[in-house]
């Protein structure tokens, strides 16, 4: 499956922005997604993720309460709403998805996933 991120962009503190993800497989249902960020000169680290029917998130605590992930089934694609941003949350933002519904994922863990976008930038100036 390929995945396309996109909605990123410059935006001052305090401001939104929303990403997108789409996936070119049609079997995108059965599919659980992530965001993930790697900031300058900063190791890659987990932002959010969904279950395959989009009932269950997971949120790192240092967006939690600002960033809203989102599974927009029939259209093949998440969404990451980001509000309250912070010049910190400037990265570039990775969709991911793993092609399996899995009890006890380690939603974190890059390693769970199977396929990666290419990211796109997001820049929050103070």
């Known amino acids: 499956v390929q995945l396309q991120a996109s909605g990123g962009g410059l935006v001052q503190a305090g401001g939104s922005l929303r990403l997108s993800c789409a996936a070119s497989?049609?079997?995108?249902?059965?599919?659980?997604m992530a965001w993930f960020r790697q900031a300058p000169g900063k190791e890659r680290e987990f932002v959010a993720a969904?279950?395959?029917?989009?009932?269950?998130?997971v949120y790192a605590d240092t967006i939690k309460g600002r960033f809203t992930i989102s599974k927009d089934i029939p259209n093949n694609t998440i969404y990451l709403q980001m509000n309250s941003l912070k010049p910190e949350d400037t990265a570039v933002y990775y969709c991911?998805?793993?092609?399996?519904?899995?009890?006890?994922?380690?939603?974190?863990?890059?390693?769970?996933?199977?396929?990666w976008g290419q990211g796109t930038l997001v820049t929050v100036s103070s």
């Open positions: 991911a998805a793993a092609h399996a519904v899995k009890s006890g994922r380690q939603w974190a863990v890059q390693g769970e996933y199977d396929y």
């Open positions: 497989r049609r079997t995108f249902n059965l599919y659980e």
């Open positions: 969904i279950n395959w029917s989009g009932t269950s998130t």
